[in-house]
């Protein structure tokens, strides 16, 4: 009976910690050899829906940035993401188009101008019929998925509101475990 209880207690306390802790706690910390520039990309992961696009002949990634409007973005940096490894970037000429070249067939994120757009991207060989010829980033798309993070207070002292919760949770537990009768 007591080790029911106590395990019934280890898992409302971890569960507390759990909701209560900032996920940056649980987080793996970057390896020692890793360069700031692969430790964080600019842009979220989740962006957009993925597009299919074709590479050219000389496997270069060809696209264009416009804006809201679709006019080309002229002079846009552009970069292009493979998980959190940046592997190119180049600018836009003045109609938005750029191309960047020495790239496999993969899933990319391409940034430029604050829009995103995600990529399969597929040699000409294997590009199934309705890949695109080229990558269309919207400059300016200024997407944001996610969750709400911590509070301020809830980052500053994780552990006092650690012990608020699971006193809270273990107190009605407690007393109605003190009550060996169950009335």
Known sequence: M????????????LTGLGHV???????????????IGERQS????AATAVVDVALGDK??????VVDAQGVGFAG????????????GSTQADAQGRFEIGSLRGGVYRVLAAGGCSVCRVWTRDAAPPAARRAALIVAGQNIVRGK????R?????PWVMAG?????????????NDNPSGS
């Open 2 to 13: 007591k080790s029911a209880w106590r395990l019934k207690i280890a898992v409302v306390c």
């Open 21 to 35: 802790a900032p996920q940056q706690a649980w987080a793996q910390a970057p390896r020692a050899n890793q360069s």
């Open 42 to 45: 600019p842009a979220p992961l």
């Open 59 to 64: 496997n270069e990634l060809s696209g264009q």
């Open 76 to 87: 846009a940096d552009v970069s292009i993401w493979q998980g959190d490894r940046q592997l």
């Open 148 to 151: 709400m993070g911590p509070t």
């Open 153 to 157: 207070w809830q980052q500053a002292t």
């Open 164 to 176: 608020v919760l699971g006193a809270a949770m273990i107190v009605p537990i407690s007393l109605t």
